[in-house]
Every structure is written in structure tokens, then in C-alpha cells.
């Protein structure tokens, strides 16, 4: 059982914020279904002055996913938005009374968040990120940038703590060489920088990947054996999204995915589908993607019906399913 | 109203009547049954019932076959390396993907250390073994193979005793996990070709700490700690009295009770996993069609996370259990749903409930007042969930279930 402060606990039980914000002008989405959790972060920002007057949230994750959403929700609110980015994970973190090491990484999703949503407000794209630096964990899409950013806001030194703030390494652990060639770049330039000792940075070595998952326990990843020829580690496949990307499809979809794959992608997906809605006398195609919006026009028997409502939610969440990232299906005439 | 405890394939109670039974044992009959005096005489005697009973709750040929151990996790270990020990020209284990971790992290570390080949046969969604790939792996270079009789996080239950046959017949030995089979399915060990079975007495209502290895007569058996001649020198160190009393206790009343696990509880298990799955949309069913323990079932919500469900659910006085990542203090839902190619839409929001006869239908009933409003109230929060599709899902879902 985790060690959650009351304050986390309030947060979880009866978060503040929670929900749609209908008329929200900046939107930053990360995570992914895949990786355990998402965050969308809904802001309402005063154009004039760069007030954030009213924020919520919607999250998939655990207790101190939820509540690290809440917490950062109400942090925000009354900042202008270069206040708002003075935050860091640790602000939020400390907002709650602490949370638990492996949990840390909440924290960052929620700052993550903050940083896509006001880069969605100023039509940044933020996805310098990758350009800047590669995908280093493809299991929960960890990129160099989201190293180094955690690295030195939490002042970390271990990879033990890297993968609890960041998750990276938490999976099959093949980016091992790469994690910690980066923990030890960033730790010599703090080192240099005077921000931490050199007594305390990263020394290459000091952690064998072998003990990596020990302590876990249950999850301790399994080698093919020689005769089945049966896949035991499922790493999400490339489409699946890396986290803390702004445009929801436009960027998550998959890093290396042009709007015209991504397209298709959808068309496929509605394609296996159609047969479902056919068999009942109906169907449906698609009509256009914007952003996240799917538009798709349902006929035969699905017009007027009354679970017409229901086929586009189950629409929706197939697709949600197969691609990994919030999106709405939206019925057009 | 007392918290609603079904998480009974994680550890149960110790009964009333196991605890009385033990008790003497500490303060009373105190002695070394190894110690040629009336304090010894009457401990040798507790053990020797205690070995008879735990042989009548699995059906073994003979007592000196039930070994006492400290559990699972010992008996799992003793079994596989014995087996090499006592094979050496046999290099080679068969286990599956679904196995407890006390199978998969020693056939990891043996694999790694001593070149053992390890041969990890899969399932499909139901939980089912993959029988062709199991039969392409037996050959006479496999020197054990151990496969669960029923899966802790599915209650899915493999068919061990046809395992076993196929095994013998490349003259391998079998070894299987019955930790969580054992007291709730009946188990007759003689009847079987089965040599080596893993029980652990905490997962029937005896104490932490306390478990038995069977192994069959005749099966050549290599003790893996040095040390006096208790249980045969198989097994040496002074025997865990209070603790071996307490399992013989407990597989006694388990005996007793066995077919109310298939009757009571199974109903019990019933109504609750129906009423979840008729209340609640967008739900799947871990191994829903397979074989499976009488006493567990595994439901996936979908779009939501588990530690959420389960934190919602302990403040309504529920306590179950998880496959989900986050709860579990890793970070990769559980590998079981994994091997199972469960979704990782579904895999995160998996629960399980495990029940036990100390269950009552008031907290099932507790369950299904409680899931519905924690499920809902989750789902709302969630970016993937979209409010038009809550109850009426289940009309959609048979489409594509």
C-alpha cells in the first residue's frame, strides 16, 4: 500500500477541477492509455493580460495521477501564463505534502501538461523536444529533453530515481546505455555548474541493469525460450504514442507519422468496423480528421436510431484503443 | 459493518480453530521432536498427524511424501533444483509464461547462470496453455517441467494431470504450483503422475511461513540446504512446529470444506461476477471461458486505471486486489494479463476478487452496490471515456467482444 500524504488522498477522493472545460483555449495533452497514464489539461486563458482564470483536468492513471492533476489545476489558476511556467513538478509534489519516490513521475506528467497546454495557447509547436533529442525509453516514450528537464528540476542522481520520475527504464530496459549516458551528461554539467557535487553525480557502472526490476517483483521481464516462438515482451508499437505531445493526433500518433498516414491509419481502423455496423443494417464513414476530432457519417440503419449515440462512443473507443490517444468521433450529417 | 475481505488468493485469515490448534505449541509443547523425552514425544506425534493431514487434503499415496517447507516459494525452488540436481544430463526446463514469480525468477537466474535452456510455453486470451508449443518442447533433454495447476491472478486452471502424462512419457519429471489450487479444487495426488506438487498454508486460513513439497515416492529427491535429519535430511532445520500443526489443522478443515468452495463460494463468486458485468459497461472478463478456481474472478474496466478502483473500493470497506501497474509498485501492467494479450486499455483497469467461505453474500452484495458509482466516478475523470457510452455500452459491446 502506498504511503499517500491526507493531502493526496483529498485530492484523489474529491478532486477539484475535475472534468471538461468546454470553452478552453489551451489544451495540453500527454501520456498515452499505453504507458498507464494521461493527462489533458484544459485551460482558460484571458488573451489580454495571459490570465489563467479557469482550469480542469481529465486523467487516466492512479491516485496520485489523479491528485497531481487536481493540485496543479489549482496552482495555475489566477497565474499569467510565464508565472504558470515557473512551475515545476516539485511545486506540485510539495503542493500535496510529498509523494511517494515511485510516484514521482505524476508530478511530471502534470508539468509536462502545463508546458504543452500554454505552448497550445501561443501556437508553439514544443515538439523541439524530439527534434532536440531523441526517443530514448520507447516502452513509455521518454525523450532525451524529458530526461534532462527532470534530471535537473529534481536534482537526480540515480537511475533508480530517473525511472521513478520519469518512468524511463521502467520497461524492457534495452535504452540502458542510453539513460545512463544521459544521466551522466546532464550530472557532469551540474557538476560544473555548481549545482550539485562531484561526489554525488552519476558515476558510469554504478548501477547494474541486472537489478534493475528486482525490487518490483512482479514484473520481471521474460526471455524467450528456445522452442515457442511467442512474444513475451510487448513493447507498444511505434504508433503508440510518446507522451507529453502537444496537438493531440497531430503530433502523438507517432513521432515519425505524416498527416497522411495518420489518415489512413483512422480510414483502416473504420474499415474493420464497418462490417460490425453492416451486419445490424447500418454503417458508417469517415468523413474527415481535424485535430483530434474524427468526423464520421453514419447511414443505413444507424440514422435515427436510438443507439446512435452508442455506436459513435463505441466508434470512439475502438479507435481510442487502436491508436492510444483522446480523440472524439464526432457524427456530421 | 466489517471490511469486505476479498483479496483470499493473496493471503487469508487464520481460522479461530487453526489459531487454537497452535497455540499449545508455543508455551506448552515446546520440545524438539528430535529430543528422546516426553516434551519431543508428544511434538513428533503433533507433526506426524499434521503429516497425515495435509497427505488426505492432496491425496497422496504415503505421509513421507509431504515434505514441510516455508512455503510456496521454498517448494517451488527445492522442486526445479532438485530435479537438475538429480538429472544432470538433462538441461532443460519447461515452464509458461503465466507462472508465479518464484518459478520464472529462478528459471531466469538458472537460465543466466548455469545455461539452463528454458522453454516458456504461452497462453492464449483465455488463459489456456499453447498445447502444441508445450508438446514441441517436451524431449528427453528436459529435466522437469513445472506448470501451475491454476493461475493466482485468473483462477484459470490448467489440466496438469494430462500434463503430467505427456511429461512421464519423455520421462521428465512434473512439478506443479498448486499454491492457489490446493483447498479450493480437489486434488488426489496418487491418481495422477504428477511428482512434484508446491502448496503454501497461508492461501488456506493456516499461518504465513508454513507450506509442504510433495514429492512423489520412488522420485529421486536432492536436498538443496545441509544440515540435521528432519523430514528425511531432505528437508533439515527444527521443524516449525506451531506452524506445521497449524497447516495440518487447516488442510483438514479445507478437506472438510471442499465442497462448499465448489458450492457456496462458487455461487457466491457467480452473483458477484454477473452483477458486475450486467451493471457495468465496457468490462472484461479475465479467461472468462476456461476452467477456472471456483473462488476467483478478474474484470477489467476499461479506460480507467486499477489503484484508482482499488483506493475508491477500500474506502468502501472492499478490499481486492490489482493487476495494474501502479499499484503493484512496478510499472508494466501484470505480466499474466500481458501473456494473455489482454489490451492495455483493459490490462490497467484489471481487479480481482478472491473470495473465501469465511465470504458472506453481504459483501457481495457490498460489491455490487459499491462498483458501479466507483467505476462511473472514474471513468467521468478519465480522457478516454466518453459520458454518451457509460450503461448503454454493454448494448454495443457484444459487436465487438
Known amino acids: 500500500m502506498w504511503d499517500y500524504t491526507d493531502k493526496v488522498k483529498e485530492y484523489f477522493f474529491n478532486p477539484k477541477n475535475a472534468g471538461v472545460l468546454a470553452d478552453a483555449n489551451a489544451v495540453g495533452e500527454v501520456g498515452a492509455i499505453a504507458c498507464g497514464d494521461a493527462l489533458k489539461l484544459m485551460l482558460k486563458v484571458d488573451p489580454a493580460t495571459e490570465i489563467i482564470s479557469e482550469a480542469r483536468f481529465q486523467t487516466f492513471g492512479c491516485g496520485s495521477a489523479i491528485a497531481s492533476s487536481s493540485a496543479l489545476t489549482e496552482l495555475v489558476i489566477g497565474r499569467t501564463l510565464d508565472d504558470a511556467l515557473e512551475l515545476t513538478n516539485q511545486d506540485i509534489a510539495d503542493f500535496l505534502g510529498g509523494l511517494p519516490p515511485e510516484k514521482m513521475h505524476c508530478s511530471v506528467m502534470g508539468y509536462e501538461a502545463l508546458q504543452a497546454a500554454v505552448a497550445n495557447f501561443r501556437g508553439v509547436a514544443i515538439d523541439d523536444d524530439h527534434e532536440e533529442g531523441a526517443l530514448i525509453c520507447k516502452c513509455f516514450g521518454v525523450d532525451e529533453g524529458m530526461l534532462e528537464r527532470a534530471i535537473r528540476n529534481n536534482n537526480l542522481t540515480t537511475i533508480e530515481a530517473v525511472t521513478s520520475y520519469t518512468k524511463a527504464g521502467g520497461g524492457c530496459l534495452t535504452c540502458f546505455d542510453r539513460l545512463e549516458e544521459t544521466l551522466v551528461k546532464v550530472n557532469a554539467a551540474m557538476v560544473s555548474e555548481g549545482v550539485i557535487s562531484v561526489a554525488r553525480a552519476y558515476q558510469p557502472g554504478a548501477f547494474d541493469p541486472r537489478d534493475a526490476r528486482n525490487k518490483s517483483g512482479k514484473s520481471k521481464p521474460v526471455q524467450l525460450g528456445a522452442a515457442p516462438a511467442r512474444s513475451e515482451i510487448r513493447v507498444p508499437p511505434a504508433t503508440h504514442p510518446a507522451p507529453h505531445v502537444v496537438s493531440p493526433l497531430a503530433e502523438a500518433s507517432a513521432p515519425r507519422m505524416t498527416n497522411l498516414q495518420r489518415m489512413r491509419f483512422i480510414e483502416s481502423a473504420i474499415e474493420e468496423l464497418r462490417p460490425f455496423l453492416q451486419k445490424d443494417g447500418g454503417d458508417c464513414e469517415l468523413v474527415d480528421v481535424e485535430g483530434d476530432k474524427v468526423l464520421v457519417k453514419l447511414t443505413g440503419a444507424c440514422v435515427g436510431c436510438q443507439m446512435a449515440a452508442v455506436t459513435i462512443s463505441g466508434v470512439q473507443q475502438k479507435l481510442v484503443e487502436k491508436i492510444g490517444l483522446p480523440l472524439r468521433v464526432i457524427p456530421v450529417k | ?401
Open chain 2, 1 to 401: 459493518m466489517s471490511a469486505s475481505y476479498l483479496d483470499n488468493n493473496a493471503t487469508t485469515r487464520v481460522t479461530p480453530e487453526v489459531l487454537e490448534v497452535m497455540l499449545p505449541f508455543f508455551t506448552e509443547q515446546y520440545g524438539n521432536g528430535s529430543s528422546m523425552h516426553s516434551f519431543g514425544e508428544s511434538v513428533s506425534r503433533a507433526i506426524r498427524r499434521a503429516r497425515g493431514q495435509v497427505q488426505a487434503l492432496v491425496g497422496a499415496e504415503h505421509d513421507h511424501e509431504i515434505i514441510f517447507t516455508s512455503g510456496g516459494t521454498e517448494s517451488d525452488n527445492l522442486a526445479i533444483l532438485s530435479a537438475l540436481e538429480g538429472a544432470p544430463r538433462r538441461r532443460e526446463i519447461i515452464t509458461s509464461t503465466v507462472e508465479h514469480p518464484a518459478i520464472l525468477a529462478l528459471c531466469a537466474f538458472l537460465e543466466k547462470s548455469k545455461g539452463i535452456l528454458v522453454h516458456r510455453i504461452g497462453v492464449d486470451k483465455n488463459g489456456l496453455l499453447d498445447l502444441e508449443a508445450y508438446r514441441a518442447a517436451l524431449s528427453d533433454r528436459v529435466a522437469i517441467v513445472s506448470l501451475m495447476w491454476a493461475n493466482n491472478e485468473t483462477g484459470a486452471i490448467f489440466p496438469v494431470e494430462a500434463l503430467a502424462e505427456e511429461a512421464k512419457a519423455v520421462g521428465a519429471l512434473f512439478h506443479t504450483d498448486a499454491v492457489q489450487a490446493v483447498g479450493k479444487i480437489p486434488v488426489d495426488l496418487k491418481s495422477t503422475a504428477i511428482d512434484m506438487l508446491s502448496l503454501s498454508g497461508h492461501k488456506f486460513h493456516a499461518p504465513k511461513g508454513i507450506g509442504a513439497l510433495y514429492v512423489r515416492r520412488g522420485v529421486r529427491f536432492k536436498p538443496q540446504f545441509k544440515g540435521g535429519q528432519q523430514e528425511r535430511g531432505r528437508r533439515p532445520g527444527t521443524e516449525n512446529t506451531p506452524g506445521i500443526v497449524g497447516l495440518g489443522a487447516a488442510a483438514d478443515l479445507a478437506l472438510r470444506h471442499l465442497p462448499e468452495e465448489q458450492s457456496r463460494v462458487r455461487a457466491m463468486r457467480d452473483r458477484l461476477e454477473k452483477g458486475v458485468l450486467q451493471r457495468v459497461g465496457s468490462t472484461i472478463l479475465m479467461a472468462g471461458t476456461s476452467e477456472r478456481l471456483p473462488n476467483t474472478t478478474t474484470i477489467a474496466f476499461e479506460f480507467i486505471e486499477g489503484e484508482a478502483i482499488l483506493l475508491h473500493l477500500s474506502r468502501a470497506g472492499i478490499a481486492a486486489s490489482s493487476g495494474s501497474a501502479c499499484s503493484s509498485g512496478s510499472l508494466e501492467p501484470s505480466h499474466v494479463l500481458r501473456a494473455m494479450d489482454i489490451p492495455f486499455t483493459a490490462a490497467h483497469g484489471a481487479i480481482r476478487f478472491s473470495l473465501s467461505r469465511e465470504n458472506s453474500d453481504a459483501d457481495v452484495d457490498r460489491v455490487l452496490e459499491t462498483v458501479p458509482g466507483v467505476i462511473a466516478k472514474l471513468r467521468g475523470l478519465s480522457p478516454f471515456w466518453s459520458e454518451s457510452g457509460a450503461p448503454q455500452a454493454e448494448a454495443f459491446k457484444p459487436v465487438y467482444a
